[in-house]
């Protein structure tokens, strides 16, 4: 059974402090690790997708990092405009022509001003 | 573009009621998810369709049931609520060719 797991659940951050969060996986086959944001009352947006080990996506102060076993989301100086909660997802190339993700439970990521 | 368009998006049920969760895209995807998102538990999949005409079982399919009559249109419906089944539904839709996926808005239910 695919699994993630994301850690921490929540995460309050001052302006500027820069911190990372964990996307723990297990799947039969990994056909790609993605990245969403999800703002409150809204749904999730798309950020990044990685497909291999040692795979790096940017964007803005967002930098997303995969190794075998998990992914992280690295942000770097962040604004109050950052604040959101953080969803990983998993695609297992047994999923076939469904391409259905397996998601976490999300990081809720608060930065205060 | 209006992307994904949910409707309604809120919506108060008794124990036993039925209703119908209307989802539409204008991107001319392929392919169209269910989710319910419940506190603590992620995103899980209901059902999803990988075109017109199809559909298919997802993680917690039980109680619900879907239709894809038209390419742009996924209805999710409930033929008798049940407390269990509040919950925030999403949409979502993808290209054949991408895994991306754009979602709606939203459609909080509740159920008494």
């Known amino acids: 059974e695919d699994q993630v797991t994301q850690s921490p659940e929540a995460l309050r951050l001052q302006e500027g402090e820069s911190s990372s969060l964990n996307c723990s996986y297990t799947?039969?086959?990994?056909?790609?690790l993605f990245w969403y944001r999800q703002d409150p009352g809204k749904g999730p947006e798309f950020l990044f997708t990685?497909?291999?080990a040692g795979e790096e996506k940017e964007k803005e102060r967002l930098k997303a990092t995969l190794t075998k076993k998990e992914s992280f989301l690295h942000i770097t100086a962040p604004k109050p405009e950052d604040s959101a909660t953080y969803l990983c997802?998993?695609?297992?190339?047994?999923?076939?022509?469904?391409?259905?993700?397996?998601f976490g439970s999300g990081t809720q990521l608060t930065v205060l001003p | 573009n209006a992307g994904v368009t949910q409707t309604p998006k809120f919506r108060v049920l008794k124990t036993g009621q039925s209703m119908t969760l209307l989802c539409a895209q204008d991107m001319n995807h392929e392919y169209m998810y269910w989710y319910r998102q419940d506190p603590g538990m992620g995103l899980r999949l209901i059902h999803y369709?990988?075109?017109?005409?199809?559909?298919a079982k997802g993680e917690v399919p039980d109680g619900y049931n879907v239709s894809r009559l038209k390419k742009q249109n996924f209805l999710l419906g409930l033929e008798s609520a049940a407390p269990s089944q509040t919950s925030v539904y999403f949409c979502a839709s993808g290209p054949s060719g991408a895994n991306v996926l754009t979602f709606g808005a939203g459609s909080r239910l509740t159920v008494l």
């Open positions: 997802a998993v695609q297992a190339s047994s999923s076939g022509s469904a391409r259905q993700l397996t």
């Open positions: 799947v039969s086959g990994l056909r790609g």
């Open positions: 990685l497909y291999s």
């Open positions: 369709s990988v075109g017109e005409g199809t559909t």
